[in-house]
């Protein structure tokens, strides 16, 4: 894999990491503002393919994972995934996200590239490269 690869991984298990109680709310908040970044460059209609797709895959792993319609008021969008965590224990609730963003980001990654989809990470979720706990990734 290649070290941006490895870098967008790594960016949503540190994040995922500095979670463990309200996981529910922590992983909603990630949701949201990556959802605002990238509606911006795909829309409504390629957001919601792209998670809904996501959620299919991650439910093979995870079948208790329920995120059927995301709600058209963005203030509730990811209402349905939030009851599905909220019905787990935070470390499954948090395994289970970083799984699904890693599937949503890798399906975005091969659609817009790996450079730009990290960008659109950094920038929803004020990653910047201080924020890295390893020196592997270095080089971009």
């Not at 709600?71 to 965590?85: G, N, P, V, Y």
């Not at 395994?95 to 599937?103: F, Q, W």
């Not at 910047?128 to 390893?134: G, I, K, L, N």
Request: charged share 20%; aromatic share 8%.
């Amino acid at each position: 894999m290649e070290t941006i690869d490895l870098l967008r991984h790594q960016i949503i298990k540190n994040l995922m990491a500095q979670h463990t109680e309200k996981v529910e709310d922590a992983a909603i908040d990630l949701w949201e503002q990556m959802a605002t970044k990238i509606v911006s460059i795909v829309g409504e209609g390629g957001f919601n393919s792209l998670y809904a797709r996501s959620v299919f895959i991650t439910q093979s792993t995870f079948p208790w994972l329920t995120a059927g319609s995301l709600s058209s008021q963005t203030d509730h969008r990811f209402a349905e995934l939030k009851m599905s965590f909220e019905g787990q224990t935070p470390a499954q609730a948090n395994e289970a996200n970083s799984l699904l963003l890693i599937t949503f980001t890798d399906i975005l990654a091969s659609l817009i590239g790996e450079q730009l989809t990290t960008s659109i990470l950094r920038s929803a979720w004020s990653y910047d490269a201080s924020d890295r706990p390893c020196k592997e990734f270095k080089n971009e």
